[in-house]
């Protein structure tokens, strides 16, 4: 009997091996900006890439997306060649500081990038309607871009990212500049997208709002990966161990973990390795690689 070949799913990114360098004055050694850099994100995932400023950040996005060629190394997006325009048909990109013509409205602004992307007629007013409801900004679909506070700027820019229905969205600081309300309403943001299935690779150096958001996190310092993994395995403090007791009594407590079944009322909840912060993970790590330099 034969049995078809099961097709294995691609990753939503894979850069491997990246590196790139830039020119600079003559005679002079290249910037090696990214070194050796390897990152795989699948489908659905959350991805925060992590680092203080030029660390190689955005030169692996901008590497990802197509806009600068690798010295060595290769990026893909759903399997392809991200060096081919084909590979960004699926892919919706927010930069650190983007640009809007401040005359538009938000609406007008939204319209302007679908028509850019092919979408005409009814199908444009719909998503235009659905990504300004989605952002919540349908209040202020018609006031001037040149009106709007740097957090507006930035659920527009996001909701701009989405206007073509992308799979993978990538983020360069998504948050910065932006105030607390409107960098919580940033992150819920990036939990609706999560829900629907839609890969996010984001970079940031705000370290708690990456803790709170994603699924893998890579630290990347002076062009190198240092760490890279799932978030609780990264926060995990390995040569500790955590126990979770309900109901418990004081002297229950006291007499430690070995006892616990011999409690009546006493219920063991979850063991596992107490966690730290994603903040001082990176302080730790980076100030290892300092040190070995």
Do not use: W
């Amino acid at each position: 009997m034969f049995l078809p070949r099961m097709t294995e799913i691609p990753p939503a990114v894979e850069i491997s091996h990246l590196i790139k360098d830039f020119k600079t004055s003559f005679k002079r050694q290249p910037l090696r900006a990214v070194d050796d850099v390897s990152i795989r994100i699948m489908p659905g995932e959350v991805y925060g890439l992590i680092g203080p400023n030029g660390s190689g950040k955005s030169t692996t996005m901008k590497a990802l997306l197509g806009l600068v060629a690798p010295t060595a190394g290769k990026c893909a997006i759903f399997g392809k060649d991200s060096m081919k325009v084909d590979s960004r048909n699926e892919v919706g990109f927010l930069p650190e500081n983007p640009y809007f013509y401040k005359h538009l409205s938000g609406e007008e602004t939204l319209k302007f990038y679908g028509k850019l992307c092919g979408i005409k007629g009814a199908k444009l007013r719909d998503r235009v309607k659905q990504l300004l409801e989605l952002v919540d900004l349908s209040g202020a679909s018609h006031r001037r871009i040149g009106g709007y506070s740097k957090g507006m700027l930035q659920r527009i820019g996001l909701a701009q990212a989405l206007i073509q229905e992308p799979k993978l969205v990538i983020l360069d600081e998504p948050t910065a500049g932006v105030d607390p309300v409107g960098s919580r309403e940033i992150r819920d943001l990036i939990f609706k997208l999560r829900e629907q299935g839609i890969t996010v690779f984001l970079c940031s150096h705000l370290l708690e709002q990456v803790q709170e958001v994603c699924d893998h996190v890579g630290i990347i310092f002076k062009g190198k990966m240092i760490r890279e993994g799932k978030l609780d395995d990264l926060i995990a403090i390995e040569d500790q161990t955590e126990l979770i007791l309900k109901d418990a009594s004081p002297e229950l407590v006291a007499e430690i973990a070995a006892l616990v079944g011999k409690h009546a009322g006493a219920e063991l909840i979850s063991t596992g390795k107490p966690r730290t912060t994603l903040e001082r993970l990176f302080l730790r790590e980076t100030l290892k690689q300092e040190s070995n330099n």
